[in-house]
């Protein structure tokens, strides 16, 4: 009998193994993060270091040397290059984009979302159902409709086939789909015309998807390249990812190369640091909607 009292209860017994269990799963989260985080961040570092080094510095471990580092690659791959019109290409494909889907992809949610009219289920769902057609199997098509259009080799030809997102339109009409009802049914009975509604009403609200979407689609675009390979048949035309494809067939040495690949990771890290916040709040405004 006293040995019986001696015991500890069943509970705590239960709750001391559970705690064991969970510490080893507590440690190995943190060391996966930890490792993916390494994986992820080693190329990077590893082309940065190569930029940086000199021309005889073009493998480890001679590039991890810092007081070997200089500018010549970064001065070399300017003057010698087209990058400043690459850069400026890819910045109008980029930027044009973002504003443009943006802003048809938040006129589209809102009408899917709130607005009832035939067939707009079908029609949405007809939309959404593109999301399954690969890329690569309307290249064929598009190219010829640009072509007829005359639009090959211009920006026109580059930027507009690609504002159609329906990816885009599918996360604005879930994001718009939570707004409460009553601000629209209290904007109509004061009058209030239908683009009035969109611009004071909608588009404050979304301010965290459309920061969030802006990011993914100027990503998108910055580092697109089958497209504006098809498209910028001159090198005037050209993005810089194309044209730090062309870098290799010119005999260029790879630190060069790796200079211009950096130059362009920077307006990658500058969106995504400026809407950091945003993308943040809306992570958060999801979960709590959930």
Known sequence: MAQLLDRPPVREVTESRAVRRRGPARLTLPTLLALTAIVTVVPFAAMVLVAF????????????????FTL?????????????????????????????????????GYAFAKKKFPGREI?????LATLMVPF?????????????LNWVDSYWGLIVPTLANSQAVFLMRQFIRQLPDELFEAAEIDGAAEWRIFTMIVLPLIRPILATLGIFVFLWHWNDFLWPLVIGQSGEMQTL??????????????????????????????VFGLLQR???????MSGLKA
């Open 241 to 270: 990812t194309v044209g730090l494809a062309t870098l290799q067939t010119q005999s260029v040495p790879i630190n060069q190369v790796m200079a211009g690949a950096t130059i362009t990771v920077v307006p990658s890290l500058l």
């Open 72 to 108: 010549e690659n970064f001065r070399n791959v300017l003057s010698s290059s087209d990058i400043p019109r690459w850069t400026v290409n890819s910045l109008l494909y980029a930027l044009v984009s973002v504003v443009c889907v943006l802003l048809f992809a938040s006129m589209a």
């Open 123 to 127: 029609l949405f769902w007809a939309f």
């Open 278 to 284: 945003y993308l943040t709040d809306s992570i958060a």
């Open 53 to 68: 080094a000199p021309p005889s510095g073009q493998t480890f471990p001679d590039a991890l040397n810092p007081a070997n």
């Open 136 to 148: 690569q199997a309307t290249l064929i098509p598009s190219y010829i409709l640009v072509s007829k």
